[in-house]
């Protein structure tokens, strides 16, 4: 049994969009690779993967978790040419809940630029949830 839930944030017209992300963008092998990282790692570390290979703090009440794995089928042959790099932005809040707020495929735009824009994305997501829940986004 996890030890955290995972929460997906819904934007006020009830879109998902790391839902979304999940399901519309990523392959196959990636989807699979990411599911079982979530519940193995995520959900049962939560805010702890910070101290891991698999977490880092981005401060604000947001983390980032990080998978970074080479794509292999149950025989062990690659299914895609290079490694898998996921990141997932989260917020720790409640009772062991996880707010999954942004998500992108780091292998497939690896610019830090487009980490800074997924990052601010992740952190107006954050305050959107925050505001309409009536928390003050300040912390």
């Known amino acids: 049994m996890p030890a955290y839930e995972l929460e997906f944030y819904e934007d006020a017209h009830g879109d ?7 399901r ?3 392959t ?5 690779a990411l599911g079982y990282a979530l519940n193995a790692v995520l959900q049962q570390l939560g805010l702890g993967v910070c101290g891991t290979e698999f977490g880092k703090q981005l401060g604000g009440g947001l983390f980032e978790f990080r998978l970074r794995r080479d794509l292999r089928n149950p025989a062990g042959v690659r299914e895609e040419a290079g490694r898998l790099l ?6 720790a809040h409640g009772d062991r809940l996880l707010l999954l707020v942004g998500g992108y495929d780091k292998g497939e735009h690896p610019s830090p630029r487009r980490q800074s824009a ?4 992740a952190r107006a997501r954050l305050k959107d949830w925050q505001v309409r829940l009536g928390r003050d986004p300040r912390g």
Not at 86 to 91: A, E, N, Q, S, T
Not at 118 to 121: D, N, R, S, T
């Open 118 to 121: 997924e990052i601010a994305l």
């Open 24 to 26: 519309e963008e990523l």
């Open 16 to 22: 998902q969009p790391v839902l979304r992300w999940i």
């Open 86 to 91: 996921l990141r997932v932005f989260c917020h």
């Open 28 to 32: 196959l092998a990636k989807r699979k």
